[in-house]
């Protein structure tokens, strides 16, 4: 299933899942980690078996964000990868979802702390759910850093600008009923539920027609920053498409035939 020592990979029917697995370090982002959360986005693209993808971390924790230590000059655990990152120097944006987007749907699944670059991979996340407890938030400012994840282009365009810019510039911790409130996470359930929660989120989507599934995402991001009308065109040419393949025909026969459908990604 592949995977490296920070990162986790199960396969659990139609979904991979993806798990940060460093929690004596509250996930902090490592080499190790970030080569694993690579190879996990290309394997899920490459095998047309898996229709959706979870994201969490080990240990009740999501993501502390990078590895300060290492920023500092301490070394980064897991120099057998280095070569990698020569070999693709924009691997670790990939990997963080910066540079990078799934064609399958990613859940996040966020238990306890979900800050810094935890917080900037979220936002490369499509739909998310959080323990009751989780902690998101943007700490860099607070370290004389720079959020360059990606926060400072997308977050406002995931939450208000007025939620945006503070959580920005104040540096301060969100609380998940706040997140749930401003808009930055979907649910927010029991501690220790949210990769139940967000598997049974991935159990809806997989039943859906993957070919149909995977034309919705991309129309979605591809005409956020569109006119109106452009946008409209653009799905027009993207969404056509879908109701000429067998699997449009199975889900209207399914439906009249009273049974569940049975895609083949055709």
């Known amino acids: 299933m592949g995977g490296t020592e920070h990162l986790s990979v199960e396969r659990v029917g139609a979904t991979l899942v993806l798990t940060l697995n460093r929690p004596e370090a509250k996930n902090a982002l490592s080499l190790p980690m ?17 229709r959706s993808i979870v994201l969490t971390g ?21 120099e057998q990868y280095r070569d990698r990152l020569r ?35 979220l936002q490369g996340t499509d739909i998310r ?15 004389g850093l720079f959020p360059i994840g990606g926060s400072t282009v997308r977050l406002a365009r995931q939450i208000p600008r007025t939620h945006a810019l503070e959580m920005l510039l104040t540096g301060r911790p969100y609380p998940a009923p706040e997140a749930e ?10 501690d220790g ?10 159990e809806l989507i997989n039943a859906c027609g993957p070919l149909a599934v995977e034309a919705v995402k991309a129309s979605v991001y591809e005409t956020a920053g569109m006119t109106e009308a452009d946008g409209l065109a653009a799905e027009l ?9 067998a699997d449009a025909k199975e889900g209207s026969r399914a439906f009249a035939e009273k049974r569940p459908p049975v895609y083949r990604r055709a």
């Open 129 to 143: 759910v959080a323990g009751e407890s989780a902690t998101f938030g943007l700490f860099e400012v607070r370290r």
């Open 58 to 78: 080990a240990g009740g924790t999501f993501c502390a964000g990078m590895d300060l230590k290492a920023l500092a000059g301490d070394g980064m655990a897991g």
């Open 181 to 190: 409130r401003i808009g930055l996470i979907g649910h927010v359930v029991p």
């Open 34 to 50: 970030l080569v694993g959360l690579y190879d996990g986005w290309i394997a899920a693209d490459e095998d047309d078996e898996i």
């Open 87 to 121: 070999a693709d120097p924009d691997l670790h944006w990939k990997a963080m979802l910066r540079h990078h987007r799934p064609r399958k749907p990613v859940i996040a699944a966020v238990e306890g702390h979900c800050v810094a670059g935890g917080t900037e991979i």
């Open 237 to 245: 040419a993207r969404g056509w498409p879908v109701f000429d393949t």
């Open 193 to 202: 539920t949210a990769r139940d929660k967000a598997l049974e989120i991935a």
